[in-house]
Protein backbone atom coordinates (compact mmCIF):
# COMPACT_ATOMS: atom_id res chain seq x y z
CA UNK A 1 0.00 0.00 0.00
CA UNK A 2 1.39 2.99 -0.78
CA UNK A 3 1.94 5.57 2.18
CA UNK A 4 3.42 8.17 0.42
CA UNK A 5 0.81 11.31 -1.25
CA UNK A 6 0.79 11.80 -4.50
CA UNK A 7 0.72 15.24 -3.33
CA UNK A 8 3.57 15.09 -0.86
CA UNK A 9 6.24 17.05 -2.64
CA UNK A 10 4.08 20.30 -4.30
CA UNK A 11 6.44 22.99 -3.99
CA UNK A 12 6.10 25.74 -1.64
CA UNK A 13 3.71 28.36 -3.05
CA UNK A 14 3.13 32.11 -1.96
CA UNK A 15 0.58 33.30 0.28
CA UNK A 16 -1.78 35.99 -1.29
CA UNK A 17 -1.02 39.09 0.67
CA UNK A 18 -3.86 40.99 0.35
CA UNK A 19 -6.15 38.07 1.63
CA UNK A 20 -3.81 37.10 4.44
CA UNK A 21 -3.50 40.18 5.29
CA UNK A 22 -7.38 40.50 5.40
CA UNK A 23 -7.55 36.89 7.43
CA UNK A 24 -5.24 38.29 9.97
CA UNK A 25 -7.21 41.35 10.90
CA UNK A 26 -10.65 39.62 11.02
CA UNK A 27 -8.54 37.15 13.58
CA UNK A 28 -7.86 40.38 15.51
CA UNK A 29 -9.66 41.29 18.54
CA UNK A 30 -8.51 44.60 18.96
CA UNK A 31 -11.25 47.57 19.45
CA UNK A 32 -9.59 49.83 17.52
CA UNK A 33 -8.14 47.77 14.56
CA UNK A 34 -7.77 49.25 11.43
CA UNK A 35 -7.88 47.40 7.65
CA UNK A 36 -5.89 49.77 4.95
CA UNK A 37 -5.07 45.84 3.52
CA UNK A 38 -7.64 45.02 1.25
CA UNK A 39 -8.92 46.60 -2.14
CA UNK A 40 -12.55 47.28 -1.26
CA UNK A 41 -14.73 50.17 -0.82
CA UNK A 42 -16.15 50.52 2.69
CA UNK A 43 -18.26 53.65 3.68
CA UNK A 44 -17.82 55.68 6.12
CA UNK A 45 -18.92 53.25 9.16
CA UNK A 46 -16.20 50.78 7.54
CA UNK A 47 -19.08 49.00 6.27
CA UNK A 48 -19.39 47.29 2.50
CA UNK A 49 -21.54 49.69 0.40
CA UNK A 50 -23.67 48.21 -1.85
CA UNK A 51 -24.13 50.61 -4.58
CA UNK A 52 -27.64 52.17 -4.76
CA UNK A 53 -28.05 51.94 -8.66
CA UNK A 54 -26.91 47.95 -8.57
CA UNK A 55 -29.96 47.60 -5.79
CA UNK A 56 -32.44 49.20 -7.90
CA UNK A 57 -31.35 47.13 -11.00
CA UNK A 58 -31.49 43.77 -8.60
CA UNK A 59 -34.86 44.69 -7.98
CA UNK A 60 -35.79 45.38 -11.44
CA UNK A 61 -34.22 42.13 -12.55
CA UNK A 62 -35.93 40.69 -9.74
CA UNK A 63 -39.40 41.48 -10.47
CA UNK A 64 -39.01 40.97 -14.26
CA UNK A 65 -39.39 36.96 -13.38
CA UNK A 66 -37.73 35.96 -16.31
CA UNK A 67 -38.07 32.27 -16.38
CA UNK A 68 -34.92 32.05 -18.43
CA UNK A 69 -33.06 34.06 -15.47
CA UNK A 70 -31.04 31.22 -14.81
CA UNK A 71 -30.07 29.30 -18.30
CA UNK A 72 -26.49 29.13 -19.68
CA UNK A 73 -25.06 32.18 -21.11
CA UNK A 74 -23.46 31.81 -25.24
CA UNK A 75 -19.62 30.94 -24.71
CA UNK A 76 -18.70 34.62 -25.53
CA UNK A 77 -21.02 35.97 -22.87
CA UNK A 78 -23.60 38.19 -22.37
CA UNK A 79 -23.63 39.84 -26.05
CA UNK A 80 -25.75 42.98 -25.28
CA UNK A 81 -23.47 43.23 -21.74
CA UNK A 82 -20.53 42.94 -23.78
CA UNK A 83 -21.16 45.76 -26.04
CA UNK A 84 -22.00 48.47 -23.67
CA UNK A 85 -18.85 47.65 -21.58
CA UNK A 86 -16.83 48.13 -24.65
CA UNK A 87 -18.70 51.34 -25.61
CA UNK A 88 -17.66 52.42 -21.73
CA UNK A 89 -14.24 51.16 -22.60
CA UNK A 90 -13.74 52.83 -26.06
CA UNK A 91 -16.42 55.45 -25.64
CA UNK A 92 -17.82 54.01 -28.77
CA UNK A 93 -21.04 56.54 -30.06
CA UNK A 94 -19.50 59.23 -28.10
CA UNK A 95 -18.70 61.73 -31.27
CA UNK A 96 -16.16 61.19 -33.76
CA UNK A 97 -13.81 58.63 -33.43
CA UNK A 98 -10.53 59.24 -35.78
CA UNK A 99 -9.81 55.53 -36.13
CA UNK A 100 -8.42 54.57 -39.87
CA UNK A 101 -10.56 55.38 -42.29
CA UNK A 102 -10.24 51.72 -43.70
CA UNK A 103 -12.87 50.70 -41.50
CA UNK A 104 -15.80 52.17 -41.04
CA UNK A 105 -17.30 50.99 -37.89
CA UNK A 106 -13.95 51.26 -35.55
CA UNK A 107 -16.07 48.40 -33.35
CA UNK A 108 -15.65 46.21 -35.85
CA UNK A 109 -11.95 46.30 -34.84
CA UNK A 110 -12.86 44.72 -31.21
CA UNK A 111 -13.68 41.40 -30.24
CA UNK A 112 -15.11 41.30 -26.67
CA UNK A 113 -15.72 38.14 -24.56
CA UNK A 114 -17.16 38.63 -20.94
CA UNK A 115 -14.94 36.98 -19.14
CA UNK A 116 -14.71 35.99 -14.65
CA UNK A 117 -13.94 39.49 -13.88
CA UNK A 118 -10.88 41.44 -14.39
CA UNK A 119 -8.35 38.53 -13.19
CA UNK A 120 -10.45 36.17 -15.75
CA UNK A 121 -9.89 39.12 -18.51
CA UNK A 122 -6.09 39.43 -17.79
CA UNK A 123 -5.82 35.77 -17.72
CA UNK A 124 -7.64 34.96 -20.72
CA UNK A 125 -5.76 37.69 -22.68
CA UNK A 126 -2.33 35.94 -21.12
CA UNK A 127 -3.69 32.44 -22.64
CA UNK A 128 -4.47 34.28 -25.85
CA UNK A 129 -1.12 35.93 -26.14
CA UNK A 130 0.75 33.24 -24.90
CA UNK A 131 -0.44 30.26 -27.23
CA UNK A 132 -0.67 32.17 -30.43
CA UNK A 133 1.50 35.18 -30.23
CA UNK A 134 4.17 33.78 -28.12
CA UNK A 135 5.67 36.76 -26.76
CA UNK A 136 9.10 36.87 -25.99
CA UNK A 137 8.55 38.16 -23.24
CA UNK A 138 5.61 40.15 -21.12
CA UNK A 139 7.13 43.69 -19.34
CA UNK A 140 5.32 44.04 -15.95
CA UNK A 141 5.45 47.25 -13.66
CA UNK A 142 7.47 47.56 -10.69
CA UNK A 143 5.48 47.25 -8.23
CA UNK A 144 2.50 46.00 -9.76
CA UNK A 145 -0.83 44.16 -8.94
CA UNK A 146 0.84 40.89 -7.54
CA UNK A 147 -1.68 38.97 -9.55
CA UNK A 148 -0.34 40.18 -13.17
CA UNK A 149 2.94 37.69 -12.27
CA UNK A 150 1.08 34.67 -10.55
CA UNK A 151 -1.41 35.16 -14.29
CA UNK A 152 1.95 35.02 -16.69
CA UNK A 153 3.89 32.65 -14.77
CA UNK A 154 1.22 30.18 -15.04
CA UNK A 155 0.60 31.24 -18.77
CA UNK A 156 4.38 30.45 -19.24
CA UNK A 157 5.93 33.69 -20.22
CA UNK A 158 8.84 35.06 -19.46
CA UNK A 159 8.36 38.08 -17.24
CA UNK A 160 10.47 40.80 -17.17
CA UNK A 161 10.20 44.48 -14.88
CA UNK A 162 10.26 48.17 -15.73
CA UNK A 163 11.21 50.21 -12.97
CA UNK A 164 7.26 51.76 -12.45
CA UNK A 165 7.97 54.10 -9.40
CA UNK A 166 10.25 56.38 -8.34
CA UNK A 167 10.46 56.31 -4.61
CA UNK A 168 12.40 59.82 -4.26
CA UNK A 169 9.17 62.02 -6.25
CA UNK A 170 6.62 59.23 -5.10
CA UNK A 171 5.36 59.35 -8.81
CA UNK A 172 5.77 57.55 -11.91
CA UNK A 173 8.97 56.83 -12.66
CA UNK A 174 9.00 57.90 -16.96
CA UNK A 175 12.22 58.43 -17.90
CA UNK A 176 12.90 54.64 -16.43
CA UNK A 177 10.38 53.30 -18.12
CA UNK A 178 11.02 54.89 -21.65
CA UNK A 179 14.56 53.73 -20.89
CA UNK A 180 13.97 49.91 -20.21
CA UNK A 181 11.50 49.25 -22.82
CA UNK A 182 13.84 51.04 -25.62
CA UNK A 183 16.74 49.39 -24.78
CA UNK A 184 15.50 46.32 -23.77
CA UNK A 185 12.00 45.27 -25.39
CA UNK A 186 11.74 43.63 -27.90
CA UNK A 187 9.25 43.50 -31.13
CA UNK A 188 5.51 41.39 -29.77
CA UNK A 189 6.87 41.93 -26.45
CA UNK A 190 3.70 42.20 -23.78
CA UNK A 191 3.86 45.68 -21.79
CA UNK A 192 0.81 45.54 -18.83
CA UNK A 193 -0.47 49.13 -18.59
CA UNK A 194 -2.78 49.98 -15.60
CA UNK A 195 -5.21 52.16 -17.24
CA UNK A 196 -5.67 54.44 -14.16
CA UNK A 197 -4.90 54.35 -10.66
CA UNK A 198 -2.13 52.01 -10.84
CA UNK A 199 -2.19 49.60 -8.02
CA UNK A 200 -0.25 49.64 -5.50
CA UNK A 201 1.11 53.22 -5.96
CA UNK A 202 -1.90 55.70 -6.89
CA UNK A 203 0.42 57.46 -9.34
CA UNK A 204 -0.19 57.60 -12.82
CA UNK A 205 1.77 58.66 -16.12
CA UNK A 206 0.42 62.27 -17.27
CA UNK A 207 -1.17 62.69 -20.73
CA UNK A 208 1.81 63.61 -22.25
CA UNK A 209 3.87 60.61 -20.83
CA UNK A 210 0.99 58.70 -21.83
CA UNK A 211 1.29 59.66 -25.21
CA UNK A 212 5.04 58.76 -25.34
CA UNK A 213 4.33 55.28 -24.20
CA UNK A 214 1.95 54.78 -27.18
CA UNK A 215 4.82 56.10 -29.40
CA UNK A 216 7.26 54.44 -28.21
CA UNK A 217 4.89 50.87 -27.94
CA UNK A 218 3.90 51.90 -31.98
CA UNK A 219 7.58 52.37 -32.80
CA UNK A 220 8.66 48.75 -31.34
CA UNK A 221 5.91 47.15 -32.04
CA UNK A 222 5.10 46.27 -28.55
CA UNK A 223 1.76 44.54 -27.81
CA UNK A 224 0.50 46.85 -24.50
CA UNK A 225 -2.25 45.03 -22.68
CA UNK A 226 -4.15 47.25 -20.15
CA UNK A 227 -5.47 46.54 -17.09
CA UNK A 228 -8.39 48.61 -16.25
CA UNK A 229 -10.20 48.06 -13.09
CA UNK A 230 -11.42 50.99 -11.67
CA UNK A 231 -12.42 53.10 -14.44
CA UNK A 232 -14.92 55.56 -12.87
CA UNK A 233 -13.55 54.94 -9.61
CA UNK A 234 -10.32 56.86 -9.80
CA UNK A 235 -12.07 60.19 -10.75
CA UNK A 236 -15.21 59.66 -10.41
CA UNK A 237 -15.76 60.06 -14.65
CA UNK A 238 -15.90 56.69 -16.34
CA UNK A 239 -14.51 59.07 -19.57
CA UNK A 240 -11.84 60.52 -17.55
CA UNK A 241 -10.18 57.14 -16.07
CA UNK A 242 -10.25 55.84 -20.25
CA UNK A 243 -8.72 58.66 -21.15
CA UNK A 244 -5.39 56.53 -21.99
CA UNK A 245 -6.95 53.69 -23.84
CA UNK A 246 -9.18 56.11 -26.05
CA UNK A 247 -5.99 57.88 -26.81
CA UNK A 248 -4.24 54.88 -27.87
CA UNK A 249 -6.73 53.50 -30.01
CA UNK A 250 -8.53 56.82 -31.61
CA UNK A 251 -5.23 58.91 -31.86
CA UNK A 252 -2.19 56.92 -32.22
CA UNK A 253 -3.98 54.16 -34.05
CA UNK A 254 -2.40 51.77 -32.17
CA UNK A 255 -2.98 48.78 -34.24
CA UNK A 256 -3.38 45.29 -31.81
CA UNK A 257 -3.61 45.50 -28.08
CA UNK A 258 -5.72 44.35 -25.17
CA UNK A 259 -7.91 45.38 -22.06
CA UNK A 260 -8.75 43.67 -19.44
CA UNK A 261 -11.73 45.06 -17.78
CA UNK A 262 -13.53 44.62 -14.09
CA UNK A 263 -16.83 45.70 -12.91
CA UNK A 264 -15.73 44.92 -9.48
CA UNK A 265 -14.93 48.11 -8.18
CA UNK A 266 -16.65 50.64 -9.95
CA UNK A 267 -19.86 48.46 -9.64
CA UNK A 268 -19.02 46.75 -6.22
CA UNK A 269 -20.02 43.68 -7.73
CA UNK A 270 -16.81 42.13 -6.35
CA UNK A 271 -17.64 38.43 -5.37
CA UNK A 272 -20.05 38.17 -8.93
CA UNK A 273 -17.11 37.74 -11.25
CA UNK A 274 -18.16 40.85 -13.69
CA UNK A 275 -15.47 41.52 -16.54
CA UNK A 276 -14.62 41.54 -20.01
CA UNK A 277 -11.66 40.93 -22.33
CA UNK A 278 -11.79 43.41 -25.14
CA UNK A 279 -8.86 42.70 -28.18
CA UNK A 280 -8.32 45.66 -30.51
CA UNK A 281 -7.37 43.96 -33.97
CA UNK A 282 -5.39 45.66 -36.94
CA UNK A 283 -7.85 47.03 -39.60
CA UNK A 284 -6.50 44.29 -42.23
CA UNK A 285 -7.35 43.28 -45.91
CA UNK A 286 -8.70 39.80 -44.35
CA UNK A 287 -10.78 40.36 -41.58
CA UNK A 288 -9.28 38.48 -38.34
CA UNK A 289 -12.21 39.08 -36.07
CA UNK A 290 -14.36 35.75 -36.29
CA UNK A 291 -11.43 33.08 -36.16
CA UNK A 292 -10.12 35.24 -33.38
CA UNK A 293 -13.69 35.30 -31.38
CA UNK A 294 -13.48 31.65 -32.28
CA UNK A 295 -10.06 31.15 -30.41
CA UNK A 296 -11.17 32.72 -27.00
CA UNK A 297 -14.16 31.21 -27.27
CA UNK A 298 -12.56 27.55 -27.40
CA UNK A 299 -10.43 28.59 -24.40
CA UNK A 300 -13.04 29.56 -22.51
CA UNK A 301 -14.69 26.70 -22.88
CA UNK A 302 -11.84 24.52 -21.83
CA UNK A 303 -11.72 26.69 -18.87
CA UNK A 304 -15.15 26.96 -17.47
CA UNK A 305 -17.42 27.30 -20.38
CA UNK A 306 -18.72 30.48 -20.35
CA UNK A 307 -18.83 33.77 -17.22
CA UNK A 308 -20.90 34.06 -14.80
CA UNK A 309 -24.79 35.96 -16.10
CA UNK A 310 -26.01 37.53 -12.40
CA UNK A 311 -23.29 40.57 -12.05
CA UNK A 312 -23.13 40.86 -16.06
CA UNK A 313 -26.91 41.33 -16.24
CA UNK A 314 -26.89 44.17 -13.29
CA UNK A 315 -23.77 45.91 -14.82
CA UNK A 316 -26.67 45.64 -17.97
CA UNK A 317 -29.67 46.99 -16.81
CA UNK A 318 -27.58 49.66 -15.70
CA UNK A 319 -25.34 50.50 -19.03
CA UNK A 320 -28.57 50.40 -20.90
CA UNK A 321 -30.77 52.59 -19.44
CA UNK A 322 -30.11 56.66 -19.19
CA UNK A 323 -31.68 57.20 -15.92
CA UNK A 324 -29.87 54.62 -14.18
CA UNK A 325 -26.53 55.21 -15.97
CA UNK A 326 -27.14 58.68 -13.83
CA UNK A 327 -27.54 57.06 -10.86
CA UNK A 328 -24.36 55.26 -11.06
CA UNK A 329 -22.13 58.06 -11.74
CA UNK A 330 -23.71 59.73 -8.72
CA UNK A 331 -22.91 56.38 -7.30
CA UNK A 332 -19.08 56.84 -8.41
CA UNK A 333 -18.79 60.31 -7.45
CA UNK A 334 -20.08 59.30 -3.68
CA UNK A 335 -17.30 56.63 -3.54
CA UNK A 336 -14.35 58.47 -5.20
CA UNK A 337 -15.14 61.62 -3.11
CA UNK A 338 -15.09 60.06 0.08
CA UNK A 339 -11.44 58.51 -0.90
CA UNK A 340 -10.40 62.12 -1.82
CA UNK A 341 -11.70 63.23 1.47
CA UNK A 342 -10.03 60.63 3.54
CA UNK A 343 -6.79 61.23 1.11
CA UNK A 344 -6.98 65.11 2.28
CA UNK A 345 -7.82 64.47 5.81
CA UNK A 346 -4.98 62.06 6.46
CA UNK A 347 -2.81 64.65 4.71
CA UNK A 348 -3.82 67.23 7.41
CA UNK A 349 -3.54 65.38 10.27
CA UNK A 350 0.15 64.20 9.49
CA UNK A 351 0.67 68.09 8.62
CA UNK A 352 -0.73 69.11 11.94
CA UNK A 353 1.36 66.21 14.09
CA UNK A 354 4.07 67.67 12.13
CA UNK A 355 4.83 64.23 11.27
CA UNK A 356 8.70 63.97 10.08
CA UNK A 357 8.63 63.39 6.14
CA UNK A 358 6.90 64.66 2.97
CA UNK A 359 3.51 63.62 2.33
CA UNK A 360 2.03 65.18 -0.29
CA UNK A 361 1.96 62.36 -2.44
CA UNK A 362 -1.13 61.18 -0.45
CA UNK A 363 -3.26 63.53 -1.99
CA UNK A 364 -1.48 63.46 -5.33
CA UNK A 365 -1.89 59.85 -5.99
CA UNK A 366 -5.00 58.57 -7.06
CA UNK A 367 -7.68 55.96 -6.75
CA UNK A 368 -7.88 53.43 -3.81
CA UNK A 369 -4.71 53.24 -3.08
CA UNK A 370 -1.24 54.78 -1.63
CA UNK A 371 2.26 54.08 -1.19
CA UNK A 372 2.25 55.67 2.21
CA UNK A 373 5.95 55.42 2.62
CA UNK A 374 6.74 53.34 5.56
CA UNK A 375 9.30 50.73 5.61
CA UNK A 376 8.71 47.08 6.13
CA UNK A 377 9.56 47.26 9.50
CA UNK A 378 7.48 50.51 10.13
CA UNK A 379 4.56 48.05 8.68
CA UNK A 380 4.93 45.51 11.42
CA UNK A 381 5.43 47.83 13.92
CA UNK A 382 2.29 49.60 13.35
CA UNK A 383 0.34 46.43 12.85
CA UNK A 384 2.19 44.84 16.47
CA UNK A 385 1.95 47.80 18.31
CA UNK A 386 -1.64 49.75 16.51
CA UNK A 387 -3.22 46.94 15.22
CA UNK A 388 -3.70 49.10 11.89
CA UNK A 389 -2.97 46.36 8.84
CA UNK A 390 -1.48 47.05 5.23
CA UNK A 391 0.50 45.74 3.36
CA UNK A 392 4.55 45.22 3.67
CA UNK A 393 5.13 47.67 0.58
CA UNK A 394 3.52 50.37 2.56
CA UNK A 395 0.39 50.07 0.61
CA UNK A 396 -2.68 51.30 2.38
CA UNK A 397 -6.31 51.03 1.25
CA UNK A 398 -7.72 54.63 1.72
CA UNK A 399 -11.05 53.56 1.35
CA UNK A 400 -10.53 51.83 4.78
CA UNK A 401 -10.10 54.94 6.65
CA UNK A 402 -13.01 57.28 7.83
CA UNK A 403 -13.74 60.63 10.12
CA UNK A 404 -13.32 57.81 13.27
CA UNK A 405 -10.35 56.10 12.85
CA UNK A 406 -8.47 58.52 10.72
CA UNK A 407 -6.55 60.87 13.41
CA UNK A 408 -5.79 56.87 15.06
CA UNK A 409 -3.86 55.93 11.91
CA UNK A 410 -2.17 59.54 11.12
CA UNK A 411 -0.61 59.14 15.19
CA UNK A 412 0.16 55.89 14.55
CA UNK A 413 2.01 56.96 11.45
CA UNK A 414 3.67 59.98 13.36
CA UNK A 415 4.82 57.27 16.17
CA UNK A 416 6.51 54.55 13.80
CA UNK A 417 8.16 57.39 11.76
CA UNK A 418 10.14 59.24 14.41
N1 LIG B 1 -6.24 44.47 -11.85
C1 LIG B 1 -5.91 45.26 -10.84
C2 LIG B 1 -4.84 46.25 -11.03
C3 LIG B 1 -6.59 45.15 -9.62
O1 LIG B 1 -6.26 45.97 -8.63
C4 LIG B 1 -7.60 44.19 -9.48
C5 LIG B 1 -8.26 44.00 -8.20
O2 LIG B 1 -7.83 44.38 -7.17
C6 LIG B 1 -7.90 43.40 -10.60
C7 LIG B 1 -7.20 43.56 -11.76
C8 LIG B 1 -8.95 42.34 -10.66
O3 LIG B 1 -9.98 42.31 -9.82
P1 LIG B 1 -11.24 41.41 -10.12
O4 LIG B 1 -10.75 40.09 -10.57
O5 LIG B 1 -11.97 41.38 -8.85
O6 LIG B 1 -12.00 42.10 -11.21
New binding site residues.
Partial sequence: RQTISLFSSLPPTPLDEPFSVNGAYIQDSHPQKVNLGI?VYRSEDGAPWPLRVVEDAEKELYDAKNVGRHEYLAIQGDRAFLQLAADLVFGFGKGKSSAPAVIEDPRSRVVSVQT?????A?RLGAELLARNIRPGCVWIPDP??A?HHTIWELAGVERKTYPYYDSVSQSFNFEGTIRTLSESARKNDVVIL?ACAH?PTGADPTREQWDALAKLCNAKGLIPFF?L??QGFASGDADKDAWAIRHFFNDMHMPEFCV?Q????NFGL?GQ?V?ALHVVTRPAVHDVTQDLQATLCHLIRGEYSMAPRGGAEIVRTVLADQRLRERWFEDLTTMSQRIQRMRHTLYDELLKLKTPGDWKHIVNQIGMFTYIGLSEPQVLAIREEYHIYMLKSGRISISGLNERNVGYVAQAIDDVVR
Fill in positions: GVSGTGNTWNHNDAYASFSKYRG
